[in-house]
């Protein structure tokens, strides 16, 4: 018999860390569909496949799967921005065109990933009306990865490479770039082709080295 022709009375039990995921991402995409207020620990069993009772013994209360949520998303995003981060040489043959490939993975990988979209719809839609429930990506999210990208930066200076004499002012500003002319169209969900993200980087890296390239 194949796992296809097993019924749900049939199927092996899944384990601890399964059912754990499972709640995690089920929450995920309600959280994301119903809001914070709309949702409820009823759907998300539901949409898990679990019982209430299994959220609340994995999770607690919806406040405390909702902080889960968000803490889950922020620690895979930070993943992939430092794992961008480690592409980069410290001695760039060509800075403009591998600062602008550069974007092109940390928009594509990070910030216009499946995580990355779901944390910014998270953040949008409840951040005004529920701080709190952020205050752990406010430590382990922004404030990391601009650490990480300004010491990127703070290297490529020494090297000789950048004209930079705040390098935390220069990574907060490198990733508002490169995110300016996608904003509009992350925010409504469009889907962005590479063409869009390079056309993005461009405008962005040609900006980011009349402010910060070697005179």
């Not at 754990?20 to 069993?45: H, K, P, Q, W």
Request: glycine share 6%; charged share 25%; net charge neutral.
């Amino acid at each position: 018999m194949t796992l296809t022709e097993l019924s749900p009375d049939t199927l092996p039990p899944r384990s601890h860390a399964a059912k754990r995921m499972s709640v995690l991402e089920a929450a995920t995409y309600v959280f994301c569909r119903e809001g914070y207020a709309g949702a409820n620990i009823d759907m998300i069993a539901a949409e898990a496949g679990v019982s209430r009772q299994t959220v609340y013994n994995h999770h607690g209360d919806k406040e405390k799967l909702f902080i889960a949520v968000v803490r889950a998303l922020t620690e895979r995003t930070n993943a992939g921005i430092f794992a961008t981060l480690a592409t980069f040489p410290d001695q760039p043959a060509d800075l403009n065109s591998e600062l602008v490939d550069f974007a092109i993975r940390l928009n594509g990988n990070c910030i216009c990933s499946g995580d990355g979209k779901f944390l910014r719809k998270l953040i949008e839609m409840e951040g005004q009306r529920y701080p709190e429930l952020f205050t752990g990506w406010r430590e382990d999210g922004p404030s990391k990865t601009w650490a990480a990208l300004a010491a990127r930066f703070a290297r490529l200076a020494h090297a000789g490479h950048l004209d930079i004499d705040d390098p935390d002012v220069a990574a907060r500003q490198f990733l508002a770039l490169i995110n300016a002319d996608l904003h509009v169209s992350m925010a409504l969900g469009d889907k962005l082709g590479e063409d869009r993200i390079r056309e993005s980087a461009t405008n962005a890296i040609r900006t980011f080295m009349r402010a910060y390239g070697k005179r």
